[in-house]
């Protein structure tokens, strides 16, 4: 169980404070100056996990039910807790042991089942009901369990799918809504077809497989789809038809395939990439359309969708990929490439293509590399090396009009007009961020922006990137701040003089951050264990004369801080149980403090809310806390309020 302090709240909501578990016991209420912790639930829980609108719980092996508001639904005591939808949910439990009975929100009983029927997470009021039978063989070797009859019940525990077949899937496309693909027969005599909510065949069970590009949500049994295309295989023969049982694109290809299996819902249709789809005939590679219509003949050996790699200067976001209509196509061991509508651009004489970005991409040719525009002409010449770890290929172009290019060992840059920027004499080069890059040459780091000019010499045992117009620059146990213009803000003689006048020893070692949203710097000064951090501002003024163990950096005027003993653990985790944790203002002023009890918070859920929601303190929070490996519920309460 991660132990992140920034993970520590996972909803903030109204509290309602009729819940039965509540009790007035104060060893959880902690003086602040502005918040006070209440107990909801005792630490004595095993698992808090969310599920739609509720959080599931789990004392032992029986699990409970409360709401968003942290009142309870169901007390421990079911076996499985099913969420029907936003404001229903069932309980399981054993009724006898040839029976379990599923219990509403109001304690009665919904419907029966017999014990040997698995239900399966709802999804939109429907649940997947299974009963396994036989173990068999895998293909593998291994033993494995196949389930025998499977269908589908609603929230009442009718079923709306008898449980004739062996297998289910739930399919959703955003046009055609839920339905059902099914199996009859187990391995190789399996056929299978789809069928509707209310159980009616709407593609025959003819089929050896049924392959759909789409995301997958493993507890719902879910597929969603956009677009309704499926690959549909028969005799080793594969086609395209539409959830509604069309056949669109004969079952004659070897096969069919795209860039990704498991798209977003935005890729396109089906498994076909903006409306066309790679397929294979006769051991050579085309590319057809969602009609079927030939785009690009089959004659090729290898056929690869080419992407166009934009990148963004934000060091938090990093890059992300588009489609161009460009495929990148193999004849015998050459490479070239070719658009989506059939046209060859440029001649096959590669012997690798790398990403566009900025409407370039890297080509190589005897391991020698040069750039080709979107319509295939050699733009820059092949005067480069390959550098030796090929990979690099693909992250030669690191913004738009800007490359990277190698010679003789060494890294440079050149301009989209073949122009060299920076020659190959930097023994490491990074991307530009905020229109710096930084470079190393002899063991030492510099930088350099986009003209080519050297903002700061290579003279920095350690750098960091620029982040926000401003980076940290080291030399022997020393730190200072550079701004865009290779100006040191923030000296250090201007940190010593500073701790001097504060009664602080200069002496100590001391690292640096690059200034937060606040203006502040996380100044840490001395090592391992024996560590104490400061903010300074960038005048090089204490922000305040309290230093912390340990500091965070400000976001939206907040930031935690925690004060007590440290071990080298402890100084990555910010898991310090005996000491304490603040949070506190701009002007060091103590907003916050965590219970003694807290082991620097839990993640419970899949996707907790980020630290910037954490700060907006509402009059009241839901959040969990860790006692010794039990999970307890707690309120923050605004004493205003």
């Not at 403090?593 to 954490?614: C, R, V």
Request: glycine content about 10%; overall charge positive.
């Amino acid at each position: 169980m991660s132990k992140k302090l920034l993970c520590f709240f996972l909803l903030c909501l109204l509290l309602n404070s009729s819940n039965v578990w509540a009790n007035t016991d104060s060893s959880l209420l902690v003086a602040n100056t502005r918040y006070e912790w209440e107990t909801i639930i005792e630490a004595k829980l095993d698992s808090v996990k969310r599920v739609g609108d509720f959080y599931r719980i789990q004392q032992g092996k029986q699990y409970g039910l409360i709401d968003l508001q942290g009142r309870t639904v169901f007390e421990p005591r079911f076996e499985k807790i099913f969420v029907v939808n936003a404001k229903s949910a069932l309980g399981q439990r054993k009724k006898s042991a040839s029976t379990n009975e599923f219990v509403g929100m109001n304690g009665r009983v919904v419907f029966t089942l017999p014990s040997d029927v698995l239900v399966a997470d709802f999804y939109n009021g429907e649940a997947i009901v299974s009963a396994y039978g036989t173990i068999k063989l895998g293909d593998n070797g291994k033993m494995i369990v196949k389930p025998q009859r499977a269908g589908v019940i609603d929230a009442k525990g009718k079923f709306t799918i008898p449980m004739i077949y062996d297998y289910l899937q739930r399919v959703v496309d955003v046009r055609s809504g839920v339905v059902y693909a099914a199996n009859k027969g187990l391995g190789a005599s399996a056929v299978y077809g789809i069928v509707s909510r209310t159980g009616k065949i709407i593609v025959p069970f003819q089929y050896s497989s049924l392959r759909f590009n789409a995301l997958r949500d493993a507890p719902n049994l879910k597929l969603t789809l956009n677009g309704g295309l499926i690959i549909a295989g028969k005799n080793k023969k594969y086609g395209v038809i539409t959830l509604g049982g069309q056949t669109i694109v004969p079952l004659a290809y070897d096969d069919i395939r795209a860039d990704k299996y498991f798209g977003n819902e935005s890729a396109g249709s089906g498994y076909f990439d903006n409306g066309q789809a790679v397929v294979k005939k006769t051991g050579k590679y085309g590319v057809i359309d969602q009609k079927g219509k030939v785009i690009i003949p089959f004659q090729y050996s290898d056929i690869a969708n080419v992407k166009e790699v934009v990148w963004n200067e934000d060091i938090r976001i990093g890059s992300v990929e588009t489609d161009i209509g460009v495929y990148k196509v193999r004849s015998g061991k050459q490479y070239g490439l070719i658009n989506n509508r059939g046209q060859n651009l440029g001649k096959f004489e590669w012997d690798e293509i790398g990403s566009f970005s900025g409407g370039m991409a890297p080509v190589v040719k005897n391991r020698k590399v040069g750039f080709v525009d979107r319509r295939g002409k050699l733009v820059i010449p092949l005067k480069y090396d390959l550098p030796s770890d090929k990979s690099v290929i693909d992250g030669l172009t690191f913004e738009k009009g800007i490359f990277i290019v190698a010679r003789n060992g060494k890294y440079g840059f050149a301009s989209d007009a073949g122009r060299e920027i920076s020659e190959p004499q930097w023994d490491q080069v990074e991307p530009f961020h905020n229109g710096i890059s930084k470079v190393k040459k002899n063991g030492k780091y510099g930088y350099l922006d986009k003209t080519g000019k050297l903002i700061s010499e290579p003279q920095w045992d350690s750098a960091t990137v620029f982040d926000n117009g401003y980076a940290v620059i080291t030399k022997g146990k020393l730190s200072g701040v550079i701004n865009a213009q290779g100006e040191i803000v923030l000296s250090i003689d201007m940190i010593r003089e500073e701790l001097s006048k504060n009664g602080i020893n200069p002496d100590q070692k001391m690292s640096l951050s690059v200034f937060d949203q606040a203006g502040f710097a996380v100044l840490r000064m001395g090592e391992g264990t024996n560590t104490t951090s400061y903010y300074i501002d960038r005048s090089g003024h204490l922000a305040f004369a309290n230093g912390y163990a340990l500091i965070g950096e400000y976001e939206n005027g907040l930031s935690r801080v925690y004060d007590g003993p440290v071990t080298d653990e402890k100084l990555v985790d910010w898991d310090a149980p005996d000491g304490s944790f603040h949070i506190i203002d701009v002007k060091g002023n103590i907003v916050l403090t965590y219970p003694k009890e807290l082991e620097a918070g839990t993640i419970l859920d899949s996707e907790p809310l980020t630290w910037d929601q954490h700060q907006k303190f509402p009059e009241n929070y839901i959040g969990f806390i860790d006692v010794k490996g039990k999970i307890g519920v707690i309120t923050l309460r605004n004493k205003a309020s």
